[in-house]
């Protein structure tokens, strides 16, 4: 479980770093996305059938990244909107 979170937690680093810009999000936001992000990239390493969800694989870890940086632009896409309908 924690080498679980470890890896959710590179994982969403990795989507930051991928991601231009300035972002809002802390770190228990990219940790969460990130476990997220490997979840959802695992499940369709999976169903592609490369092993085992929970099995370290380049196709599952890449996928986990994309969804990692899809999540966090639209996690930055909500923060910024509800931030700029507060002022």
């Known amino acids: 479980m924690i080498g679980f979170l470890v890896a959710g937690l590179i994982i969403g680093a990795l989507a930051r770093l991928f991601k231009s810009g300035k972002q809002d999000l802390g770190i228990l936001a ?10 959802i990239g695992g499940t369709i390493a999976w ?6 969800i929970w099995e ?14 899809l999540l966090v632009g639209s996690a930055e896409a ?8 507060l002022r």
Not at 47 to 52: E, N, Q, R, V, Y
């Open 78 to 85: 909500l923060v910024g909107k509800n931030r700029t309908s």
């Open 30 to 39: 990219t940790l969460g996305l990130g476990v997220v992000g490997s979840l």
């Open 56 to 69: 370290l694989n380049v196709l599952g870890f890449v996928l986990s990244v994309v969804a990692a940086v």
């Open 47 to 52: 169903i592609l059938g490369t092993g085992s």
